[in-house]
């Protein structure tokens, strides 16, 4: 699946988490019914990525974590706060960069409507 194909695929599985649940719980909550949404779907992802940090040749002693990665081709950082900042797309764009991914989705389950909770992060998409 390509990488539009795949978030298609993610969008509705986080509506289908959202509108089972609503807004107002946890991140981690949120990551799990994601989870059990994309594993009934079939869609391949790893959960709590270690993603490692090189720092001028040497490897930092902590790895970032990305919250879910599908099919090593979409990152999806997972939030459950009240407004998205620019940091959080921020950090988006540079778990793209170290993993040198096109896409990301940056999904906020803390809104009444989950359309209006997803931004479509792109690392030099065409």
Request: net charge neutral; aromatic share 6%.
């Amino acid at each position: 699946m390509t990488e539009n194909e795949l978030a298609t695929e993610i969008i509705g599985a986080a509506i289908d988490v959202h509108r089972e649940l609503g807004p107002g719980l946890l991140e981690s909550i949120y990551e799990e019914c994601l989870a059990m949404e994309l594993r009934k779907r079939g869609v391949p992802f790893e959960k709590q990525v270690p993603v490692p940090i090189i720092y001028k040749g040497e490897r930092v002693k902590n790895d970032l974590r990305l919250d879910i990665w599908v099919d090593r081709k979409v990152i999806v950082e997972i939030k459950a706060v009240e407004v998205l900042h620019p940091i959080h797309w921020a950090q988006t764009m540079t778990y793209l960069k170290l993993t040198n991914n096109r896409l990301g989705l940056l999904m906020n389950f803390n809104v009444d409507l989950m359309k209006n909770g997803v931004e479509r992060v792109a690392n030099r998409m065409y």
